[in-house]
């Protein structure tokens, strides 16, 4: 089985009307925009324990990931005309390679991200993104040799067979250089290291991943402080919506969770170092 799933979700009018009316993005994207404070996020990052440097994509990782373990109802796959709820919370968090032929972007997954702790998150993150950096990610290899190999004119073809056997047929094809369920259930995406301070970042058709956020470069903004306006630093985090996954209410819903908790972290302190991993193990 390439996913892992539960039973298929019911469809309300509006979803089947949606599903139908759009393929795989083009565009029934939904945007949204938080600009938020900096300073709570990493005044609360410097009292966790890690051996790893903690930053804002780990720490935007981690709160996404548990505002989608909250809503599950954004945490679908959408396969047959129909919705499926996926059993796991797993985040795909994206990486800038420098490569021969130029800058590259690829990635690697957090697997349930929801129930690990910022700092496993961290270690895994570091680790893996030296592995793309090194050429050492034999995932991330096998997907360049083949898309290496192949035409461009043909390469639209094959990203077809693999969409049909792996969320159609929901067959896993290791052996032909297809990892298993690759991006997960959302995309996070720091285009603050690329100097950019805010952008609306597309959904990736290939990917079947319904939420995007995208970070944003902090820079120095007017923020409130209780009943008072302060200079200070401030982050845009911009969220992309497949909106046959959901409507803006469900949309809303998570914002509203993910901004609570971004904001005010001290009183969410268990979502960021309880180890739920461990109990499942």
Known sequence: MNLDLGERQELTSYRKIAIASWRHPRNPCTYAMLELPVAPAMEFLATCASETT????HYVTKVAAHCLSQHSELNHVLRMGNL?????VDIFITTLLKTQQGKDL???????????PISLIAAETEARSLDLRQNRDKENLK??????RVPSML???????????QFTLNIS???????????????ITNIGALGIENAFVPLSPYSRCPLLIAVGKPTMAPVVQGDK??????????????HRHADGAHGAHLIRRFKKIFTNPAAYRDVFDKDLSQQDS
């Open 54 to 57: 903690l930053t804002l994509t």
């Open 84 to 88: 499926y709820r996926r059993n796991h």
């Open 106 to 116: 690829s990635g690697f997954v957090i697997r349930d991200a929801d129930k690990k």
């Open 155 to 165: 390469l639209r073809v094959l990203l077809m067979i693999q969409d049909f056997f």
């Open 229 to 242: 306006v302060a200079v200070g630093q401030s982050v845009t985090l911009t969220f992309t919506f497949d």
């Open 173 to 187: 094809a290791p052996a032909f250089g297809m990892p298993k369920d690759r991006f997960g259930s959302a995309m």
């Open 143 to 148: 997907v360049q040799q083949i898309v290496n």
